[in-house]
């Protein structure tokens, strides 16, 4: 079985969506015989989840990186040195949603985020599309329950990611408690957010607390609709039929966010420093049917299935 090695990005301001992708995928090839490192920056939370989850890892280094059969690349923005030198090893390398130069010397090229289309004009193999979504297994799952939405909104979400950068959480409970009093909420803060001080301020009998959790798909199946940012959490609220109120981070969350919206299954608010909120009170007064809509959008965008799609290709890959 093969050696691989997985270079994440994690930070305060890029959050813990990359790790948690590929912990799932490594979970995964782990369990079919694979030996797994990962690599990552120096960040205390990303650590603290890979010790939860068992996996072994170092603090990123070149000379470290190059010691496996495959590597996984989950950094977006790849130099063409980079990619270069580990190839020099002869290793094999797999670039998720690569948005550097080195994305054209790569061996494969996954971005669920680009249409199949987008393929034509690079030199490497690509597995682009929504079908590539790497989500838990529990996603696909949950997709196939009916669900069932009430008027006006009663249980909303609240959810910016592992750190929530822009101290989004504790600004919107309070702008919607405003509108609606008694409205049901659930605060989900990640293992790298600074803001649970503010939050746990917040807690009342309607609001809830959540210090992460490992039940994500559940919790999102049980709220009528999530305000989130533009990452991998859209495409989790997509999957479980859940209605999806975004406001992005950074800007290629945006694009996401708008594709989701051109297909009904999403409303993209802007970007954390300019969203709208004069649209929460239309929102809140979201039909059964417009959120029935919704739901049926994201769902087949989004189908949970991803994440085995995404390790029989690798493990095809690897035959290869």
């Known amino acids: 079985m093969a050696k691989i090695g997985i270079f994440c990005k994690a930070s305060f301001s890029h959050g813990m969506g990359h790790l948690v992708r590929q912990s799932y995928i490594a979970k995964v090839l782990l369990g079919q015989g694979h030996e797994i490192t990962f690599f990552i920056p120096d960040y205390p939370p990303a650590q603290l989840w890979l010790d939860r989850c068992g996996f072994p890892h170092q603090i990123s280094n070149d000379k470290e990186i190059v010691c496996s059969n495959l590597i996984i690349l989950d950094i977006q923005d790849t130099t063409v040195d980079f990619v270069k030198d580990i190839r020099q090893g002869k ?61 006006p909104i009663e249980s909303i979400l609240i959810t910016f990611g592992g750190t929530d950068p822009h101290c989004l959480t504790p600004t919107l409970a309070e702008k919607l408690l405003q509108i609606q009093p008694d409205l049901c909420i659930t605060l989900l803060a990640g293992p790298g957010n600074k803001n649970i001080s503010a939050l746990k301020e917040l807690k009342t009998q309607k609001v809830k607390l959540l210090e992460s959790t490992s039940e994500m798909a559940q919790t999102l199946f049980t709220h009528d609709a999530v305000f989130c940012a533009g990452g991998i959490t859209l495409h989790e609220a997509m999957a479980v039929g859940t209605p999806a109120f975004v406001i992005n981070q950074i800007d290629h969350q945006a694009d996401k966010a708008n594709r989701a919206e051109k297909h009904g299954a999403a409303i993209n608010l802007g970007m954390a420093d300019c969203w709208d909120e004069n649209r929460l009170p239309e929102i809140l007064q979201s039909t059964p049917e417009t959120l029935d809509e919704m739901c049926q959008a994201g769902k087949n965008l989004i189908d949970g299935k991803g994440l085995q799609r995404v390790v029989d290709a690798i493990e095809e890959f690897l035959r290869r």
Request: with cysteine.
């Open 91 to 151: 290793q094999r390398v797999v670039s998720f949603e690569d948005l550097g130069e080195g994305r054209n010397h790569v061996d494969l090229l996954i971005d669920c985020n680009l249409d199949e289309e987008k393929s034509t004009t690079l030199p490497v193999q690509t597995l682009f599309g929504n079908k590539y979504a790497v989500l838990a297994p529990e996603f696909e799952t949950l997709h196939s329950k009916k669900r069932e939405f009430k008027e």
